[in-house]
DNA sequence: CCATCTTTGTGCACGCGTTCACAAAGACAT
DNA sequence: ATGTCTTTGTGAACGCGTGCACAAAGATGG
C-alpha cells in the first residue's frame, strides 16, 4: 500500500466530477416539481428517488458542492435549486444558435425545454437560400452566409448543429471560428475541435442500436436457455438502469 | 464486516462491457464509410481516428467480439461490418413504434436513420383524435387506443416515446403492458419500469446545462467582468482549466 | 439540559473502464 | 527459409465512479 503517488496533481477544489455534473441537472428537474408544488425541505432519500439515483450517491453529489443539508431534516428545497442552478450557470442568460433547420432543427426550435432554463435561441441558420426570411418558432430563419456576424453581435458561445453529417464539420469550424465554445451536436459525425472546445453528441441511431443489442440478448436468453445453467443471474443484467452516463453517445446514419 | 461479496463469476463469456456495447455504432458507422469506399481492410489507428477513439481501446473492444483482425495488416472491412451488425442484433428487422407525433415525433418519424439500419417505423401514435389518420412521413398516425392491438400485431419490441413530460409514464406503462420491452425516451421525465424492461433517456435540456456549466467554468478563468462581447475570434487556447484552486470565491448569498 | 431519533456527510473498498507497453503473430521481401 | 517489419491482442496498473456502512450533527421531545 501506500501508494505515496502523486497526490491530487490538480484537477480538485472546484473540481466537481464530470459525472456529478451529468447528474445535476437531474437533480435540479426534481427540485424544481418539488418548489412547484410548495415543498420545503427534501430528504435525500426522497429526492434520489424522484431522480431515479441512488442515495448516497445523491449526497456524495451534493457534498462536492459544498454542505448544504441539515441533519435530521434534510435539504432546503428553494436554496438548492438556487445553488445547483448558480453551480451549472443557469442563473444567466445563454443566447444559443441552432444551425439546420431541418425538421430537426426546426423540432429543437420549437423545444420549450430551451427558454424555460436560461437558454435563449438566438437565432436559426440554414443554408437554403429558399429558408430565410421564413419563421420558424417565431423566429425567422437567416442565411449561413450571417453565421458569423450573428455570433459576434450576440456573444453566443454555444451552438447546435442539425444539419445533415455532410455539412456538420463545416459548420462545426465556422461556429469554432466564429467564437463558439461549446457544441450540441445532432450529426451523425464526429467532429474535430481544437483544445477549450466542447462537444456533446445526441445521436437517434446509436441509441436505438444500443437497445437493439441488448434486446437481442434478451431474446436469445429464453430461446437458449440450455448451456448457461445459471438462470438466476439473468435477473442481474442492466435492467431497468436509467440513465447511461455522463456521457451520452451519438450517431446518425447518413 | 467480511461480507467478501462474491465477485459474479457470470457476466463473462457473452459478457461485453457496457461502454464497448456503447461504441460499436461509432465503429459500425466508420466501418460503413469505408466499406462505401471500397477499402478493404484498415488497422485499428486509422479506425480509431475516424471514430474518435484510442487505438488500444479500439482493440479491445474488437477482442471481446473475437479476434478479427490480421496481424501487419489490419481488419477486413467487410468481415468486420457483418461481424458487428450482427453482434448489435441488426441482421435482422425491429419494428419501432414511436408515440407522440409532435415536433420532435415528427421529425423523428421523418428521420432517415430508423430505415437504414434494421429499425422500421412500424406505426406512429398520438393520443389526438385530429391526428389520426394525417400521413406523417408517409405513415398515417393511429390513436393511443389502438396502442395494444399495434404492439401485438406487429410485434413491437422497440418503443420511442416523444410525448409531454406528463403523459410519458402513462404511455410508457402502457408500452411494457403490451410487451415493449426496450424504451426510448425524449421526454424529460425519469421513467420507472420493471425488471427487464430497459430504457434509453435523450434529453436535450440536460445535455446544455451540461455545456452551460463547462462554459461558466472557462468564462470564469479569464475575468469575472466580461458580459458577453468576447473579443476576438481567438478562443483557441482557453484550455489549462482546473487553474490552482483558491481562486473561486465561494460565495454565500444570505 | 439530556436522551433519542433522524438524516447528512464521508471514509473505505470494490469493480469497471482506460491506457500503456510489449510479446506474439503474421505479412512480406530477399 | 529466414529475417525484418507491421499490427494485433492483452497483461497489468491506474483512476474514476459507486455503494456500503457508520459516525457526526442537529432536531425534537420530555
Redesign the pocket.
Known amino acids: 500500500m501506500a ?1 505515496g ?2 497526490h491530487r496533481p490538480a ?1 480538485r477544489s472546484r473540481g466537481i ?4 455534473v451529468a ?1 445535476l441537472p437531474l437533480y435540479l428537474r426534481a427540485l424544481t416539481a418539488l418548489s412547484e408544488r410548495s415543498v420545503p425541505t ?6 434520489a428517488a424522484a431522480a431515479g ?5 445523491l ?5 462536492y458542492l ?10 432546503d428545497v428553494e436554496y438548492l435549486v438556487y445553488q445547483i442552478s448558480r453551480e451549472l450557470g443557469l442563473t444567466q442568460d445563454w443566447p444559443v444558435v441552432i444551425v439546420g433547420i431541418g425538421n430537426l432543427g426546426a423540432a429543437l426550435a420549437n423545444y420549450g425545454g430551451f427558454a424555460s432554463r436560461g437558454f435563449r435561441v438566438a437565432a436559426l441558420i440554414d443554408a437554403d437560400p429558399a429558408m430565410a426570411g421564413k419563421p420558424v418558432a417565431g423566429i425567422p430563419v437567416q442565411h449561413t452566409d450571417e453565421l458569423e456576424k450573428i455570433i459576434k453581435d450576440n456573444g453566443v458561445s454555444i451552438g447546435v448543429i442539425a444539419t445533415p453529417a455532410g455539412a456538420a464539420q463545416q459548420v462545426c469550424d465556422r461556429l469554432v471560428a466564429a467564437g463558439v465554445t461549446s457544441i450540441l451536436n445532432f450529426a451523425p459525425t464526429v467532429l474535430s475541435v481544437p483544445d477549450g472546445v466542447d462537444v456533446r453528441k445526441v445521436d437517434l441511431s446509436i441509441e436505438l442500436q444500443i437497445l437493439a443489442f441488448h434486446e437481442q440478448r434478451k431474446a436469445g436468453e429464453e430461446t437458449a436457455a440450455g448451456d448457461g445453467a445459471l438462470p438466476a443471474a439473468t435477473a442481474r443484467e442492466a435492467s431497468a438502469d436509467q440513465g447511461p ?2 456521457d451520452v453517445p451519438a450517431v446518425m446514419p447518413a
Open positions: 501508494t503517488r502523486t484537477t466530477p464530470e459525472a456529478t447528474r427534501v430528504s435525500s432519500e426522497e429526492l439515483v441512488n442515495s448516497a450517491k449526497r456524495k453529489d451534493f457534498s459544498g454542505s448544504y443539508g441539515t441533519r435530521g431534516v434534510g435539504y452516463d455522463g
